[in-house]
């Protein structure tokens, strides 16, 4: 295969820099653009199609797009992939995949820096508007996510991977030439992307195909429209067919048969821990079958916490729990869906707490007024409204009380921002989780900060993200060692949400995930397999040691 560098001079990658936030201001130019674009979208009915070798292809067996808060609004129609769809996909990767691998890399390179500058100016507003229609995101939210770090997923990548292939071994004196070549897997990978995040699902795809893997991509059939989107702006990019090859489709199917392909080498995962851990016993089950083992690296679920510490700021505790537990209405992996706090504290915390839910708008999110949209679909709406009908019904008994709660799901999966109080620190909320705007708080006596690190570290099997509150420093490093495994992010005075491409490489372990660090090094070096080769310069002529004289 071709070397990764150029054979005429080396080309260093342009620094990155993280792409700013645009603020969509009243009466700015950005905010008047994607408003028109939210109306183009909004009047017109689009069929997706699935994308194979480059090619459109239409099956006649549809899903039916729609807003979750408006579910009676469609914005389209996906056709989706049955076994000759997802057959022709494998043959279509496996068939790209030389040609591909020996693209010098600055050409590759070359085709991601080219989609970060698409989207940063033309398809930015596409991306936004699709992703706050089609998955009820606000425009900051929505900004944050299919614009800002999916702009700092292609430029950063691109420089990691630059230095991975800078890193080689020594060659101690003049006779051998030691090297490494970083060649991509044995096999295609399969991307399997959730419906949250934009830049997520792109990433997905895009960071294997950044070390020469080719892709089959199964996208969230609740984030369509967006998906869409992204495989024009690979194809706007210059993306060969074939890389990434896009099959919607059911997931019983598609997933089966994709991982029952000899040829699978990797699999790059964000969802439910249960869909990861059924992926997982597939791997395990076709073990024999496969030409070598296949990577699998996912980031799952999360039951995110915040601990306060008596000596917390009530002034920072309290708008870090309104973000970090209602952005996005609560459908971030990092949300912040448990916290434990003080006795002391509460009585003033539960005020501000209260203060703001009341405050926050929900609906639409054309209108740029609501902090929240509606949750993705009915069976979330199912799960949230469940959850607390029940907490309702044990108030008196292991809840004390509940806050806001209010569910609705005549026009839109609307689920009112809700904390509920318990006395039980293992109350089904306190540790399963969610994945809705819902923030479950146990009160817990001042002085027992030190059991309560423990309590919080054991009570649930996930440690993605979490948080610490104190101004007492002694509380901090108390906290930072005794929640060491509880999170793979995590947060001192500042919310669990919010990782940021070159900042905090994200990523956590136990039910979790493989906690391989999306946004950083660490997840790009899983897409690669290094070649050692050592050249001799001036190989021995005679076959004796001197020690047998």
Avoid at 83 to 106: C, Y
Avoid at 111 to 140: P, V, W, Y
Avoid at 350 to 376: C, Q, T, W
Avoid at 449 to 469: H, K, M, W
Wanted: proline content about 7%; charged content about 20%; some cysteine.
């Amino acid at each position: 295969m071709a070397s990764p560098m150029s054979s005429l001079g080396s080309s260093p990658i342009p620094t990155p820099a993280n792409e700013p936030v645009r603020a969509y201001a009243p009466g700015s130019p950005e905010r008047a653009r994607l408003e028109a674009e939210l109306d183009r979208q909004l009047g017109a009915q689009i069929e997706v199609p699935l994308v194979i070798n480059g090619e459109q292809l239409r099956t006649g067996t549809t899903q039916t797009m729609v807003m979750p808060h408006d579910h009676g609004h469609v914005t389209g129609t996906c056709h989706q992939a049955g076994e000759a769809e997802v057959a022709k996909a494998l043959q279509a990767a496996k068939d790209a995949a030389p040609g591909w691998a020996a693209m010098p890399w600055e050409d590759r390179a070359a085709i991601f820096l080219r989609a970060a500058r698409l989207l940063q100016d033309e398809f930015r507003d596409r991306l936004n508007a699709s992703t706050m229609l089609g998955q009820s995101k606000t425009c900051h939210q929505a900004e944050i996510d299919a614009a800002c770090e999916l702009v700092d997923f292609f430029r950063f990548n691109v420089a990691y991977v630059e230095r991975m292939y800078a890193e080689q071994p020594q060659s101690p004196g003049s006779a051998v030439w030691n090297r490494l070549e970083y060649r991509p897997l044995d096999g295609f990978v399969f991307a399997v992307t959730p419906f949250n995040f934009t830049s997520i699902a792109a990433n997905l795809c895009a960071a294997p195909a950044m070390l020469g893997n080719t892709v089959i991509w199964k996208p969230a059939p609740t984030a369509l429209l967006s998906s869409h989107y992204l495989m024009e702006l690979f194809a706007a990019a210059g993306l060969p067919p074939g890389v990434i090859n896009f099959i919607p489709g059911p997931a019983a199917q598609v997933g089966a048969q994709v991982m029952g392909d000899p040829d699978l080498a990797g699999v790059h995962f964000t969802g439910s821990t249960a869909t990861f851990k059924l992926l997982w016993k597939q791997a395990a089950d076709n073990l024999d079958r496969y030409r070598s083992y296949p990577r699998i690296v996912g980031e799952t679920g999360g039951k995110d916490f915040v601990v306060a510490h008596p000596s917390a700021d009530l002034e920072r505790l309290a708008p870090a729990l309104l973000r970090g537990a209602f952005e996005y209405q609560g459908q971030k992996c990092s949300a912040a869906s448990r916290a434990y706090i003080p006795e002391s504290l509460w009585p003033q915390l539960r005020e501000r707490l209260v203060a703001g839910m009341e405050a926050m708008k929900m609906g639409d999110p054309r209108d740029f007024s609501n902090f929240l949209g509606a949750v993705i679909d009915d069976r979330a709406y199912a799960k949230h409204a469940a959850a607390i009908a029940e907490a309702k019904a044990a108030v008196g008994g292991a809840v004390t009380e509940i806050l806001g709660g209010e569910c609705d799901d005549a026009k839109g999966y609307f689920v009112r921002p809700t904390v509920i109080v318990t006395t039980d620190p293992r109350y089904a909320t306190m540790v399963e989780e969610l994945f809705g705007p819902i923030l479950t708080v146990f009160v817990y006596p001042d002085a027992e900060f030190g059991p309560i690190l423990e309590t919080c570290d054991q009570s649930t099997p996930y440690a993605l993200t979490g948080a610490i509150f104190a101004e007492d420093r002694k509380a901090v490093v108390q906290a930072v060692e005794g929640l060491r495994f509880a999170a793979g992010n995590f947060y001192i005075n500042d919310k669990p949400t919010g990782a940021v491409v070159g900042q905090q490489p994200f990523g956590g372990s136990r039910a979790s995930g493989t906690n391989d660090k999306a946004g950083s090094m660490w997840n790009l070096i899983r897409w690669a397999s290094p070649r050692t080769i050592k050249e001799n310069l001036a190989a021995p002529k005679d076959w004796r040691y001197p020690f047998l004289g």
